[in-house]
């Protein structure tokens, strides 16, 4: 059974910075694409950015140049920086990996005051 475990949100202000983290295990990670997706309230659930096996990533326009996803496959760890935070970029954030069909952990909570 794979489990996901996010960490690393908060509250911080508009121009700021938060390092999110999140942990896998029951699976073979470093064969997989991962990605950190979004949840605001009331929209659907977006792909933010994903991380090859080889580390090739890619970025959704609104976070382009913002946010940095990397991971550690000695450590089943994915993480997403992100920079000059906005108030838009206020959500739940989740990883999974790109098929998204792993359960999804509980998220993280990212606020991002104006």
């Known amino acids: 059974q794979v489990q996901l475990v996010e960490s690393g949100g908060g509250l911080v202000q508009a121009g700021g910075s938060l390092r999110l983290s999140c942990a896998v295990s029951?699976?073979?990670?470093?064969?997989?694409?991962m990605g950190w997706y979004r949840q605001a309230p009331g929209k659907q659930r977006e792909l933010v950015a994903f991380?090859?096996?080889?580390?090739?990533?890619h970025y959704a326009d609104s976070v382009r140049g913002r946010f940095t996803i990397s991971r550690d496959n000695a450590k089943n760890t994915v993480y997403l920086q992100m920079n000059s935070l906005k108030p838009e970029d206020t959500a739940v954030y989740y990883c999974?990996?790109?098929?998204?069909?792993?359960?999804w952990g509980q998220g993280i909570q990212v606020t991002v005051s104006s």
């Open positions: 029951g699976s073979i990670f470093s064969i997989n694409v």
């Open positions: 991380i090859s096996s080889g580390d090739i990533t």
């Open positions: 999974n990996r790109y098929s998204s069909d792993w359960p």
